[in-house]
């Protein structure tokens, strides 16, 4: 086996066009550099900083006043809305974005065949997207549009309260009264559900159908493991619009916690919620993740064993000739103080 | 190379230069203006602007900012309604555009943040406020037990009991006296409940104000302790044992069947056929527990009661004990002058003319008195939430029960019932400190109303263990608010005192 030589690391010198390249590139990228380093790394230390203060902003200042954990003993202590609306927060996300991605997949598939006036019922889809903004959403919510009329949320609360413990029975039943507004929410799921669909290789259900696969078949072993990236991503990205919007009440009650007066609360205090929701935010994605991760096929495996098993022979083979080297050097200095002795009649040797 | 370092140099100390004077200059002109001339009764000549945020009709606000414009005419005057108070005064003052005078409806927020200046100096120069209805300076409403002044009461509804006339007489009842007590309005209530099962049902009592926080201040008779506040507040601590009776007569009359049920219930619809229906629209209610706006937003206007079949007069919350002259709870929002205003005086000025005045509310009784002026919404100003004087001012009086209904049939009501509420005391979140908290984060947060509604606990279970919780929650945001952190106005004494209260708490 070839031993790579240890190269020095030459400095390459960029052309002229290189460098115009580059400096395109940051151009390019300067406005979302911008919009990181002012909308989300400076809010996001100043939060961490803010919330370690009891904070009032009075006319003639800001007033900070250092409380080390107490916003946190605060909110856990003396404001029981906040653990109880985490809790619904956790199941009505755990139960609402599966629900959301398959309505996605379901409608997507059917936007994808060929049937009439497919672009018209796909903006129709989409449509929500774009009116559902926050105030045309709170007044449709306040009119009773987002949920079913037909549909007796009590009964669906009875039904599950039977062998779930009440407080995921009552979230599940306050799902099901949100129910058209769940669906609502599926609009740019679908979208990219539809482009994932749109690029699958139909040569593969061409050799599928001539081997007899049906449609159900198709679905199971080309369709859904193609398009699997996709479903972690919308289950990600349904997590982030559900834990945002206008109608989590969380995010209300950071906001009204943020500008309310009171000595309390306010922004060192919003901080401390908002941080405390920002991890369990981050624990549910992760929790999508590690369900839907894609996994790598039976050929990835064996590639990346045959890497890891070739890597462990170069190391074996460094470590022989590190070896030799050694015993070689050792060797030179014993002969060199005539420590070397080799057999005294060895002529014959 | 040495030339051109020279050069850079002086370039450089002559921007700092300009700079420097420019920024010398900013200030001395805004020191100027803040000291500025003023005329022989105190007041600037300068050219100013001050800013006045309020909870008021628009309409009505804008004409009066104009006629004090006209009085001041170097004082210009920018107004704007606010949203949320605790929202648009933490931006604005995060933002630097705080306004100078606004008032407020949670005291708690504005003390907290220390929006309001002292204007115990400007008060107590000004001779006009001598003149004002008792409690006012006797209680010293806008004070919060605290020697200093930080705010004025500014808007005063009182509360109000109204009786459906014409109900009453399908009855075949007799009308109470005007200075009737406590019992005879719960009997009365009790007698007008019918429910004879061949139509709608009558029912004696619909409410907006619960009675158990009437009843707080109805329980303050003359000879005993004085109640300044809800909750048995006498203005260093509170005896909820006064709301504990209330609390449990007005929930004992809910569940046997003599309240009204509310807009927008399944027990409305079941009532009256319609989900939306008010109660004050059904002709079958007879006692009234409202706002004092429902009568000119509603009942008042023309041909409301006409439309509904109803007679409405009012009465003065009764008292427990038969005294002719007591103490009424009131919805009062306080104003106040901000810290951060550069011209005090000017907007104590303003502050007095947008509010208890009698300036301002001559200025006002023109604007109401003139039907044609509308608001946005094509109302007349009057019928949108049209505050009463604080002023005890003759004349202004005249004019404002000149608004009212001065028919033979109803004048005598209506003078009864001015005459008999010159005794405001606010709602606990206008004038007692920590009172927010004490029901933000104990009272409401237990739903202890909830609990003594519908029957599950009674309301002197809560008695001790509230009272406890209200004087720790005043205490501690006394301290807050008037200590060495805050405004720092409390005695040694009143510190001590406090502590010990909140060093108490649980143990």
């Known amino acids: 086996m070839s031993m790579k030589n ?55 200042g800001t007033k900070f006043n250092f409380v080390g954990t107490g916003n946190f003993t605060q909110i856990w202590l003396e404001n029981p809305e906040f653990p109880q609306q985490l809790v619904t927060y956790i199941w009505q996300t755990i139960v609402e974005v599966p629900i959301i991605v398959v309505f996605a997949l379901i409608i997507a598939i059917m936007l994808n065949g060929k049937i009439k006036m497919r672009g018209f019922f796909r903006l129709i889809f989409f449509l929500p997207v774009i009116i559902v903004s926050g105030p045309v959403m709170n007044m449709l919510v306040s009119e009773g549009a987002a949920s079913i009329p037909a549909l007796n949320v009590q009964s669906v609360v009875s039904a599950f309260d039977t062998f779930l413990p009440r407080s995921v029975a009552e979230s599940v039943g306050e799902m099901f009264s949100n129910m058209i507004m769940v669906l609502w929410y599926s609009g740019v799921q679908i979208l990219i559900f539809l482009s994932a669909l749109q690029k699958v290789d139909p040569s593969l259900y061409e050799a599928a ?116 080297k050694r015993n070689a050097r050792n060797i030179e200095s014993k002969l060199k103080s005539n420590k070397y002795r080799t057999h005294e009649s060895s002529d014959n040797y | ?205 619909g409410y907006y104000n619960r009675l158990d926080s009437l009843y707080g201040i109805a329980a ?79 009942w008042g206007t023309e041909g409301y009661q006409e439309t509904y079949g109803l007679d409405i007069v009012p009465y003065v919350t009764p008292n427990v004990v038969d005294e002719k002259e007591h103490n009424v709870i009131s919805t009062m929002y306080m104003g106040g002058v901000s810290t951060s205003c550069k011209y005090p005086y000017e907007a104590y000025l303003l502050l007095k003319f947008m509010g208890w005045g009698i300036d301002g509310w001559k200025a006002r009784l023109e604007i109401y008195s003139d039907n044609t002026i509308t608001n946005a919404s094509g109302v007349p100003l009057k019928n949108s939430s049209m505050p009463m004087p604080l002023t005890l001012d003759e004349e202004v009086w005249n004019g404002y029960k000149a608004l009212f209904p001065t028919d033979e049939d109803h004048a005598s009501y209506w003078s009864d019932y001015f005459a008999s509420v010159t005794r405001p005391v606010p709602y606990g979140w206008y004038s007692i400190a920590g009172y927010w908290n004490f029901c933000d984060q104990y009272f409401n947060s237990i739903g202890i109303h909830d609990l003594v509604d519908n029957g599950t606990a009674k309301a002197a279970d809560y008695t001790e263990e509230a009272t406890e919780q209200a004087n720790y929650y005043h205490a501690e945001a006394m301290l807050s608010y008037f200590g060495p952190n805050g405004y720092n106005v409390l005695s040694d004494e009143e510190i001590a005192q406090y502590e010990a209260v909140v060093n108490s708490f649980g143990k």
């Open chain 1, 6 to 60: 240890k190269q020095p690391k030459t400095k390459v010198k960029l052309g002229k066009l290189e460098k115009r390249e580059a400096r395109a590139g940051y151009f390019f990228i300067a406005p979302w550099l911008l919009g990181v380093v002012l909308f989300l790394l400076y809010p996001l230390a100043q939060s961490f900083y803010y919330m370690w203060f009891n904070i009032r902003i009075t006319p003639l």
């Open chain 2, 1 to 205: 190379m040495k030339k051109s370092m020279k050069k850079l140099i002086l370039v450089c100390i002559l921007i700092v230069g300009v700079l420097a004077m420019a920024l010398t200059g900013c200030n001395k002109k805004n020191e100027k203006g803040a000291s500025g001339n003023v005329d022989e009764n105190g007041v600037t000549t300068d050219e100013i602007t001050l800013t006045f945020w309020h909870y008021e009709d628009e309409t009505t606000i804008n004409m009066l900012a104009e006629k004090f414009m006209s009085m001041y005419p170097n004082i210009k005057v920018e107004c704007r309604v606010i949203e949320d108070m605790s929202t648009d005064l933490s931006a604005a003052a995060a933002a630097g555009t705080f306004p100078d005078v606004f008032e407020g409806t949670d005291s708690d927020t504005a003390l907290a943040n220390q929006y309001w200046a002292d204007i115990s100096e400007y008060w107590n120069a000004d001779p006009e406020n001598k003149n004002l209805m008792a409690t006012v300076n006797e209680y010293g409403i806008g004070c919060f037990d605290t020697s200093k002044r930080f705010a004025a009461p500014m808007v005063y509804w009182p509360s109000a009991v109204f009786i459906d006339r014409n109900v009453i007489e399908k009855l075949n009842l007799e009308m109470p006296r005007t200075d009737w007590t406590w019992d005879e309005m719960i009997q009365l209530i009790k007698d007008a409940t019918v429910d004879d099962r061949s139509g709608m049902k009558y029912y004696g009592l």
């Open chain 1, 209 to 324: 159908k001539i081997d007899g696969g049906s449609n159900w078949e198709c679905f199971w072993k080309i369709t859904l493991p193609t398009i699997k990236p996709m479903i972690m991503l919308n289950a990600v990205y349904s997590v982030i619009f559900l834990s945002g919007n206008e109608q989590n009440e969380l995010i209300n009650m950071i906001e009204a916690a943020m500008f309310s007066g009171t000595k309390e609360k306010g922004y060192g205090y919003a901080s401390a919620m908002a941080w405390m929701y920002a991890i369990v935010i981050t624990l549910i994605v992760g929790l999508f993740f590690l369900l839907l991760g894609s996994k790598k096929d039976v050929y990835d495996r064996q590639v990346k064993k045959a890497q890891r098993a070739q890597k462990k022979e170069r190391r074996l083979q460094k470590k022989i000739q590190r070896r030799g």
């Open chain 2, 220 to 298: 303050c008779s003359s000879e005993e302790r004085a109640i300044k506040g809800e909750f048995g507040f006498n203005g260093t601590d509170f005896d909820l044992s006064y709301w504990a009776i209330g609390e449990q007569q007005f929930s004992d009359l809910k569940l046997a069947g003599y309240v009204a049920p509310q807009q927008n219930t399944q027990a409305m619809e079941d009532w009256s056929g319609d989900w939306g229906t008010w109660f004050g629209a059904t002709g079958h209610v007879a006692v009234f527990s409202e706002g004092f706006w429902s009568y000119q937003n509603l």
